[in-house]
């Protein structure tokens, strides 16, 4: 089992920014948290900034793995390349974000990603990628 986590723009500064929508754990640290919960499944993580660089890694990885977890960040409010390159893949992709986006600015209210994804899941903070994963592994039984 393979499960690959995408995290989108500014999501490598989790720790440190804003820690009140955020939290204050590192990304990589949480990671260590969720491989040592799951051991029997590979967890890969990446991280752009880059849009292109997102959509690389979604084709790169979207056929050999069993499910990818993507928090596209500000991306998902803007990005019909995000949505096509999703409708692509062959695995689930579970759309995730760490804050409820619909308690937040009305422009976040909106997903161009979402018609695509398998699921989405808000406001659980960094929890809400174990329950992506829980998502992933229960379409595999």
């Known amino acids: 089992m393979k499960i690959q986590i995408i995290n989108g ?35 890969d993580y ?4 880059v849009e292109g660089l997102l959509i690389d890694k979604m084709q ?3 056929d050999e793995c069993d499910g990818i977890v993507l928090n596209a960040g500000a991306y998902t409010h803007t990005s019909i390349a995000l949505q096509d390159c999703i409708r692509s893949l062959k695995c689930p992709v579970i759309e995730v974000h760490i804050s409820n986006v619909h308690q937040r600015e009305e422009y976040r209210h909106h997903s161009m990603i979402s018609a695509a994804c398998k699921g989405v899941i808000c406001g659980f903070g960094l929890d809400s990628y174990r329950l992506a994963i829980e998502a992933i592994l229960a379409t595999m039984k």
């Open 9 to 43: 723009p500014n999501l490598n500064l989790l720790g440190k920014r804003e820690p009140g929508i955020y939290g204050s754990m590192s990304f990589d640290k949480y990671l260590l948290q969720l491989q040592a919960k799951y051991p029997d499944v590979e967890i």
């Open 46 to 49: 990446y991280q752009s900034n």
């Open 60 to 62: 790169e990885t979207g």
